[in-house]
C-alpha cells in the first residue's frame, strides 16, 4: 500500500518534540555519531511537516537526562499542546527528582496528558526500578500509559531488556505500556509479552525501514504483524532519523497486510488507545 492510497488518516504513536535548545542539543549527539538528522529546524514548524504527510494526530514525547529537569519540560510540553489541539501529550519524570509524582501528577490528573514516557538509554535507571513502582501504580489507577524503551536496540545498557519490562508488567497489572521499536533487538520476546500481558502494545518505529539502522527483519515472521495487528502502533521518531518520513510510512505498506490491519497500524488502535475524540 502506498503513500498515496492510504485512505485513512495517521496517528503518529512516536513523535519527539523538545523545546529548542534540548532539541539542538540531542541532534547534535546524533550527528557526531553519524546519524544526520532529516528534520532539523524551528519545533515550531515541525508540526507542519507531519501533517504534510496525512498525519492527523502524533505524539509528543520527550524525556530528561538529570533530576531537575522534567518539571520545565513537563510545562513547555504542556504549552506546546495547548496551541496544537492535533498533539497528544505525554510528560516525563527522573526517579531522583525531589518528588517524581509531583513532578508529572498535574499535567496526567488536571491537563489531559495521556502518560509517561521515560528513556532508559539516557536516563540510567530501569523501568523495574523500585522508585519508580509507585508511579507506576498511579498510572494504573488513573488508566494512564507508560512509554518506554526497554529494548536493546539500536544500543543497550544496563538499564534496558525486556526482563526490566517483564518484572514491572508483573507488578503492574493492568499497566498500559506502548514498548517502541517493536521491542528490537529482543522482537520474538516482545511477541511472547503480548500474549501474557494484554495491555501490552508494540509500536513500528524504525523497525522495518530499508536502512541498516535496526537489523531485524530476518527476527520477525511476518504473519506475527497481522495476527497482533490490533496491539501494534505505527510510530517514526519523528524528527530524529536519517530518512524521509515517506520512507517510515512505505515501510509499513510494503509488509502486505490487509486493508483492515493497515487501519488499524496506522489509526484506530492509537485512536482507541488514546482515547481520541472522547
Known sequence: MAIDKIPFPI??????????????????????????????????ALPEKLMDHG???????NYVKKPG??????????????????????CTLHVEDPDPWGTVAPYLEEHGFKGIKIQ???????????????????LVD???????????????????????LERALERHAGLKVILPHMGA???ERAFRLLDKYPDLYLDTTMTFVNTELF????????????????????????????YQYAEAIDSIGRLGLTEEATRKIFFE???GLFRLGS
Not at 13 to 42: L, T, V
Not at 144 to 161: E, F, M, Q
Request: aromatic share 12%.
Open 69 to 90: 529537569q522534567a518539571e520545565s519540560v513537563n510545562e513547555w510540553t504542556k504549552n506546546f499542546c495547548e496551541a496544537r489541539p492535533e498533539a497528544i501529550p505525554f
Open 215 to 242: 537489523d531485524t527483519h530476518p527476527e520477525i515472521d511476518m504473519s506475527m504483524i497481522e495476527d497482533y495487528s490490533d496491539r501494534i502502533l505505527f510510530g517514526s521518531d519523528f524528527p530524529n532519523f536519517p
Open 120 to 138: 532508559p538509554l539516557v536516563c540510567e535507571f530501569g523501568v523495574d526500578d523500585e522508585r519508580l513502582a509507585p508511579i507506576l501504580s498511579k
Open 11 to 44: 496517528i503518529d504513536a512516536h513523535a519527539h518534540f523538545f523545546p529548542q535548545k534540548i532539541f539542538e542539543a540531542i541532534w547534535s549527539h546524533f550527528e557526531k555519531r553519524d546519524w544526520p538528522i532529516a528534520y532539523k529546524g524551528e519545533v515550531d
Open 55 to 61: 498525519v492527523a494526530a502524533y505524539t509528543v514525547l
Open 269 to 271: 488502535n492509537a485512536a
Open 142 to 164: 488513573l488508566e494512564k500509559i507508560l512509554v518506554v524503551h526497554a529494548g536493546t536496540a539500536p544500543r543497550s545498557n544496563d538499564w534496558v531488556g525486556l526482563a526490566r
Open 185 to 187: 533487538y529482543e522482537v
